[in-house]
């Protein structure tokens, strides 16, 4: 049986757990706490060095890594349904937007999701030097520095306002792509609109879907989303609600300040 190790609300998880529910895959469900540095231990950086989720172990017991590849691999294994475009142009039309989550999109999530939120998670029942020993303890230096500056300054971080304003061109592309088409791939659904659907719930969970307003495209694309059966199964049915309360909450507090940001931009 595939193994996956994974955490409920983790963007990159999320969309794992949405291919393995639209093709109806079994697998065994091996939970880390995040919060608690379950992730960073030494047993599992031995299944991923990096220390972040998820990781996939398939039937043949090999380890896989990064959601991209890993949505890619189970797509290739188990073809029913696909959820690969059908023409070569469309796939890499694919590819082009999934390429964006590694580069800038995933970094921008993680930076609005702590400076709004997380932050408050990390901080709860912790003395000042537990919670430097938490961050110390990320593996990636870049990573650590950033996630450390997020967490002390929340949206005043320098890192804040570049996230937001990565997001503020991504909704553009996407209201104008999903103004011609269907999906983000045209007009079938796929890994692109699979890849993303975990990012803008995170927009929805942090009371920032304000930020769409003008963009109804995205909306009807989010709502269609929102009906499938995957999404409950691999998301809704998973939610912390102490997680996402704690996001709609200091996401509404936040968000007319985050208006002034990108209005100031």
């Known amino acids: 049986m595939l193994e996956l190790y994974h955490n409920d609300m983790s963007v990159c998880a999320q969309k794992v757990r949405i291919v393995l529910a639209e093709k109806k895959l079994k697998w065994k469900d091996n ?6 540095g379950e992730a960073r231990t030494e047993k599992y950086k031995k299944l991923n060095p990096n220390g972040v989720v998820p990781t996939l172990v398939t039937e043949n017991r090999q380890i ?9 691999y189970l797509d290739e294994a188990f073809s029913s349904p696909p959820l690969k475009p059908k023409t070569p ?10 390429k964006q989550l590694d580069e800038g999109i995933h970094v921008s999530t993680a930076s ?11 901080f709860e029942g912790k003395s000042k030097e ?8 990320i593996p990636d230096p870049a990573r650590r520095e950033r996630l450390w500056d997020l967490a002390m300054n929340g949206i005043n971080s320098k890192y804040f306002s570049i996230a937001i304003f990565r997001f503020e061109k991504l909704f ?13 791939a045209g007009n079938s659904y796929s890994l692109a609109d699979i890849a ?44 912390e609600n102490k997680i996402v309360s704690l996001m709609i909450e200091k996401g509404k507090e936040t968000l007319p300040e985050v208006r002034q940001i990108i209005n100031k931009g």
């Open 196 to 239: 993303f659907t975990p990012y803008i719930t995170r927009f929805d969970h942090l009371n920032l879907l304000g930020l769409l307003d003008q963009r109804p495209h995205i909306l009807k694309w989010y709502d269609k989303i929102r009906k499938r059966d995957s999404y409950k199964v691999a998301i809704e049915d998973r939610l």
């Open 112 to 122: 609005v999701s702590n400076a709004i939120a997380f932050r408050y998670a990390h």
């Open 89 to 98: 142009h469309l796939i890499a039309t694919m590819r082009l937007w999934t």
């Open 130 to 137: 537990e919670i430097k020993m938490h961050y110390d303890a």
């Open 64 to 72: 896989i890594t990064e959601s991209t590849v890993i949505t890619e």
């Open 172 to 184: 553009t592309d996407m209201e104008i792509t999903l103004n011609k088409n269907e999906w983000l």
């Open 31 to 36: 939970h880390l706490n995040l919060f608690k």
